[in-house]
């Protein structure tokens, strides 16, 4: 169970959804904030983390018990048993709809993390829009990670977010 240590006493990633959060609320209240590398990632360090990071473990957890339970709930209350008639486009549906709160809850994110969800859309029928919008999505997430990262992540984001790298981060 060190995996459950090493992330709980984590810091908050800069490229989570809590980093840019927590840059924004330090620069509006004008209080200092330090980017490190710990934990194999680079981090945001404010008066404010601790708490957002509890706040933001606390949220996933939550949220992933609560989508479970709806399951579980709508599973039960089904004519035919749910498990009997689960497809693989169902139970791809539910596993993205897990990792996509896990993504934009949890205190840490990586844009290869992305990647999870490739093996999954052969399974989900997609057609016309919602397969351009998709693709379009992850594409263009793919396309502006690969643009900020030589270029801009060092420089804009890690040394001390400019306002050009928080824009980027959100």
Known sequence: LGFVWFHGTRGIHIESSWGPLTLLISTLFKQSFAVSYDFGA?????????????VASVLTLVLILGASVQL???AYRRSPPFISTC???????LLMVFLGITFC?????????????VPLVPLIRLR?????GFCSIFCG????STFIYPYY???EIVAGPSAFGL????
Do not use: D, H, I
């Open 128 to 132: 016309g829009l919602r397969l351009l």
């Open 105 to 117: 809850t949890f205190k840490m994110f990586s844009p290869q993390f992305l990647l999870l969800f």
């Open 72 to 74: 579980f709930w709508r």
């Open 87 to 93: 497809r693989g486009e169902t139970f791809a549906v």
């Open 167 to 170: 824009l980027l981060l959100t």
């Open 141 to 144: 997430a793919c396309c502006l």
């Open 42 to 54: 680079f981090n945001v360090n404010t008066p404010w983390t601790p708490a957002l990071s509890s």
């Open 153 to 155: 992540y060092m420089n």
